[in-house]
């Protein structure tokens, strides 16, 4: 079976680019990716990006990246699927390799929230959800986290802080990433006294939207030269699921059943069994998606994902260590990207440049992004190759 | 080499169906489709979507499509490339059963132009061109492919009503779509008589933006059982290119590169000279595209693709047979469900199901969807399987 690799990886860093275009931020996150390829060159572009033909007045960005890295010529397309878009991208860039169509595919995620302000980006972050029977209600994506996060806690009889954990660790981990947007580490009082978003859900409850971008080289091992600069990271598994767009036509609200189903399908594929996995990287853009997803991977029990997370079990020297490099809360949610940096993140643990925040020995990290609560979740299972 | 077939075909009537939600019109062509290909259950959706962000407030559609079409679970994504983006669908579905990781994917292309009206549709439709270049001086597509055609007719001298072969064509072949917006043929003096839109493109040199919905269903051969109802059709050419997004960046704006290279490799990858060929499904959205295709395939020497046209080289009984069921034009502009539509078409010319539009024996089809002025092309070849 041929091994798709991970021959590059570029990132900016997170934050509000006021001052960057949304082709800018690309395009540097591509530069990045391709020279780390060691100039391997793309035939196809995979771009994954959430919000911006409502955000930035711009549909048609394959082209428009593209063509504003240099790439005029190649193949290039835009993949969305909500907050999973940039995990999408890289899965159908993975599709492409595998196929055997493609030699080198370029997966880049970018967002530019700055480009609209207040109410803008709510509107436009609301069209992700069901338009006919959600958004028209006026149910923004945090108010519905806010509803779900209740009843998770009235259920499982969670203390008021009880979600502190998640914050907690993201923000320690932030502080050594130097392309995370917050790189502070925070105090469970500081959680205990932030102000509230939507009650029970406070503003370290739910990650900072923000502008970046990520990006991948992705071919197959034998493109490669047999001596690169750094250990070489495979997907050894790629998986996506979908679940009903609308979250009241769930049967039952608290289990995430695409993210069981879609990180099962990428253990099954690697050949590993949860134990076997290193790192996690979630999709934390509520605290809460963070915790169901603990659960329905099966790294705790139902009801007791924030636990695992309150016990210092998602640490770097945790039982199963999250948000590596501050995850979506202190590294910032920067929507179709967000799932690519998950990929860069894990690759640089798997390759061992993680610096301050190097899990010792990481050989296998599970990354999962999700698209709404979980309506759509997308899988996959990087690898260091020995 | 593993043959991608396409198992099944569906579509909506084009339109405008104010009374169908987006959601429901995706559904009736998903359905046809499955239940063309005998039931076969997919795996994977794949939508080609243009506009929904903008015009139906309603990003995520992949999840929302899988769901209401009773395909819960299955992984689904929105694949966007203006114009382009049902061919760009069809493409990631096309890899996608290649890559061997996926059996059975389902593509379907969805518009809803009427849940906006006026100057909403319009500036949906800018984000399709460059955002900080292009729409912000108040281009419209429209007005860009009318100082094309402008172009266009000095360098070549083409007289005033040099375009009517293409809306003549269309009109005509619509006649026998039952799923074509317009069925009516119309006459030379019709088309020079008609009203102006952006001065020389008249309202017969552009397609009515409309509604619609088209479906495929590929497999591998093999997954289908031997004796079908109708002839097997084949996808034995893909391939996809970019050019500049902005159309004042391109070195000739009269000659379509990405038309072009993608249809090149199509018929490299198919074994087939352009002779081969027995219908070619362009993206008559302008016809000045479609007299720019011609020429950048082959079918017609640069600067004659007018005159292709003029002399029924086009009609069912010319040369080279195009819109052969009435093509953007007559069929309907249905955005993101284009490219898919096109697939659709040419997949019931080869199987001998076109009625009185059928072209005698037809064995193979080239088909064409652009995003922008060929900023993205996208080229299939479909062959019947003898």
Redesign the interface.
């Known amino acids: 079976m041929t091994e798709i690799v991970i021959a590059g990886i570029g990132q900016t860093e997170v934050g509000e680019h006021w001052e960057i275009?949304l082709?800018d931020l690309a395009f540097a996150a591509i530069q990045d990716a391709i020279k780390d390829a060691g100039g391997l060159k793309p035939q196809?572009?995979f771009v994954g990006n959430?919000?911006a033909?409502?955000l930035?007045?711009?549909?048609?960005?394959?082209?428009?990246l593209?063509?504003h890295a240099g790439?005029?010529?190649?193949?290039?397309?835009?993949?969305?699927?909500?907050g999973a878009s940039g995990a999408?991208a890289l899965?159908?860039g993975y599709?492409?390799v595998?196929?055997?169509?493609?030699d080198v595919a370029l997966v880049v995620g970018v967002e530019k929230f700055t480009d609209k302000i207040g109410s803008d980006v709510d509107t436009a972050i609301?069209?992700?959800?069901?338009?006919?029977f959600e958004?028209v209600q006026g149910m923004t994506p945090a108010a519905q986290a806010a509803l779900l996060m209740k009843r998770y806690m009235h259920e499982n009889e969670v203390p008021a802080d009880g979600f502190a954990g998640f914050a907690l660790t993201a923000h320690a981990n932030g502080v050594g990433n130097p392309c995370a947007m917050f790189r502070k580490a925070i105090k469970a009082e500081t959680y205990a006294k932030a102000e509230m978003v939507s009650d029970p859900l406070n503003m370290f409850d739910m990650a900072p939207n923000a502008d970046g971008a990520a990006a991948l080289v992705l071919t197959r091992r034998e493109l490669l030269p047999s001596n690169g600069p750094h250990p070489l990271v495979r997907i050894s598994g790629?998986?996506?699921?979908?679940?009903?767009?609308a979250l009241h036509?769930r049967k039952d609200m608290l289990y995430f059943?695409?993210s069981q189903?879609s990180a099962g399908k990428a253990l099954k594929q690697a050949g590993l069994i949860l134990d076997g996995i290193d790192l996690f990287e979630y999709h934390d853009v509520f605290s809460i998606y963070a915790a169901l997803q603990l659960e329905a991977v099966g790294f705790a029990i139902k009801g007791k994902g924030w636990k695992l997370a309150e016990e210092g079990g998602i640490s770097l020297k945790g039982k199963i260590p999250c948000a590596t490099m501050g995850g979506m809360k202190a590294r910032g949610f920067a929507g179709g990207a967000a799932g690519v940096y998950q990929a860069v993140e894990a690759a640089i643990q798997l390759r061992g440049q993680a610096g301050a925040n190097q899990i010792p020995d990481a050989k296998t990290a599970l990354i999962q992004s999700l698209?709404?609560p979980a309506?759509?979740a997308v899988s996959h299972i990087l690898m260091r190759i020995e």
């Open positions: 275009s082709r196809s572009l959430m919000l033909p409502t930035s007045n711009q549909a048609h960005l394959g082209v428009l593209a063509d790439l005029l010529g190649i193949e290039a397309v835009t993949i969305e699927a909500a999408a899965r159908q599709l492409a595998a196929s055997g169509m493609v609301s069209t992700t959800s069901d338009a006919d958004a790629s998986a996506a699921a979908s679940d009903t767009l036509d059943d695409t189903i698209g709404g309506s759509t």
